[in-house]
């Protein structure tokens, strides 16, 4: 059974930082590649930054230089190090995986977990 568990969300200032993770469990974690995407209120879920593989990241305009995307294949984890936080990055964040990068961050594709929340606000 797959699973993919989220945390490290919460409320933080804007300016401010958060790491989210996401543990992977009932997957050949390393054959996978993984996204994260979020979705805030009233707008579609869109792929914020994904890594390969092969650990190759590829990251959405709107938070490249901010966001950093990691994984480590020993511990079947995924993070993503966000900083200078702004009112926009708030949303639900989920972890999704896939074994074909093309459809990392596509809803109907691979595997998700639940979310956790990041609220950015003063």
């Known amino acids: 059974q797959v699973q993919l568990v989220e945390s490290g969300g919460g409320l933080v200032q804007p300016g401010g930082s958060l790491r989210l993770s996401c543990a992977a469990s009932?997957?050949?974690?390393?054959?996978?590649?993984m996204g994260w995407s979020r979705q805030a209120p009233g707008k579609q879920r869109e792929l914020v930054a994904r890594?390969?593989?092969?650990?190759?990241?590829v990251y959405a305009d709107s938070v490249k230089g901010r966001f950093t995307i990691s994984r480590d294949n020993a511990k079947n984890m995924v993070y993503l190090q966000m900083n200078s936080l702004n009112p926009e990055d708030t949303g639900v964040y989920y972890c999704?995986?896939?074994?074909?990068?093309?459809?990392?961050?596509?809803?109907?594709?691979?595997?998700w977990g639940q979310g956790t929340q990041v609220t950015v606000s003063s």
């Open positions: 009932g997957i050949a974690f390393s054959s996978n590649h």
């Open positions: 999704n995986a896939a074994t074909v990068l093309s459809v990392v961050g596509q809803r109907n594709a691979g595997s």
């Open positions: 890594i390969s593989r092969g650990g190759t990241a």
